[in-house]
């Protein structure tokens, strides 16, 4: 499928779970974000990525863990999960000024729930 | 400290009524400000971008304004439909890849028959 697209779309866990959210592009944007949504929040940035094997905290990153070995994947892992994370997670992809704007496309969401 | 303001928080219209969103930021520097669509159960999608030189920019039934002076912008929607229920949430830039954005907690507008 074209564009950015994450999995799994929901998700159930318990807490101290690791659990690891996918993030998959195809436009081979050099920029990608991982942001939790939550009531009353507007949406915060967790890490980003400026290009393969190039990471940074942005918000919001204790207990999060990201890696890009490659341009189209970002995956988020929560190495031991806690409810505090139970929220809606918005994977991010941005071309850069080089791609001709600023505007960063979103995926669809997970919805991640920690019992 | 950067901060997006939006105003009302909710917000509930008859179709084919208008209807209009209000932004207030406090972001330095500014490079652009978005409207962004966010409709249940989806990723936000932008409706429209102003720079600080841009005081309205129209897409389709949805015009922004921004008035940089002020701070302010606001998103104004004609003869609402029922598919325009969702959250809009006003989002600044204040760099120039756009990776520091601050969002605004967003409105969430019903549109009701």
């Known amino acids: 499928d074209a564009g950015i697209t994450q999995s799994p779309r929901y998700k159930i866990t318990e807490t101290g779970r690791q659990v690891t959210l996918m993030c998959h592009q195809t436009w081979s944007h050099s920029y990608m974000f991982w942001y939790r949504q939550d009531l009353g929040h507007g949406l915060r940035l967790i890490y980003y990525s400026a290009a393969a094997d190039i990471t940074d905290k942005g918000e919001v990153p204790d207990g999060y863990v990201v890696s890009r070995s490659k341009t189209e994947n970002f995956p988020l892992t929560l190495e031991s999960a806690t409810r505090s994370q139970t929220s809606v997670y918005f994977c991010?992809?941005?071309?850069?000024?080089?791609?001709?704007?600023?505007?960063?496309?979103f995926g669809p969401g997970t919805r991640l729930t920690v019992l | 400290k950067n901060q997006v303001e939006q105003s009302p928080q909710s917000l509930i219209i008859l179709e084919g009524k208008n209807c209009t969103l209000q932004c207030n930021y406090t972001v330095s520097p500014f490079s652009n400000l978005r409207w962004y669509k966010q409709d249940t159960g989806r990723g936000p999608v932008s409706l429209t971008i102003?720079?600080?030189?841009?005081n309205t920019k129209s897409n389709g039934r949805y015009t922004a304004t921004l008035d940089a002076d002020t701070k302010q912008s606001s998103l104004h929607i004609t003869a609402s439909q029922l598919s325009d229920s969702a959250s809009y949430i006003c989002v600044v830039s204040p760099g120039e890849a756009g990776t520091a954005l601050i969002f605004g907690k967003g409105t969430t507008l019903s549109v009701s028959s």
């Open positions: 991010a992809s941005l071309a850069g000024l080089a791609g001709g704007g600023d505007e960063q496309f």
């Open positions: 102003m720079t600080f030189s841009e």
